[in-house]
């Protein structure tokens, strides 16, 4: 059982100094290998027409668009 507690306060001060390395650098989290963009991928799916949730997801961001310019234009200040 102690060679249990003992592992278990070794972990939970390893992930104690990670997070307190994290905010003392404020630097953000990244993985090592660039990501897609690293081999020259502009997006996840290379389909020629989007899902429809992507669809769906671009008309609700259209729609907001919409709206926001309408507020912009309407505003009083």
């Not at 104690?16 to 905010?23: E, I, P």
Request: charged share 25%; with cysteine.
């Amino acid at each position: 059982m102690s060679t249990f507690i003992l592992a278990f306060g070794f972990f939970l001060t390893m992930v104690l100094a990670m997070a307190v390395g994290y905010l003392v650098q404020r630097k953000t989290i990244a993985g090592s290998c660039g990501g897609l963009g690293a081999l020259g991928i502009a997006k996840a799916c290379d389909c020629p027409e989007p899902c429809d949730r992507k669809k769906s997801r671009m008309e609700k961001e259209e729609a907001r668009e919409k709206k926001l310019n309408e507020w912009k234009q309407n505003q009083i200040l």
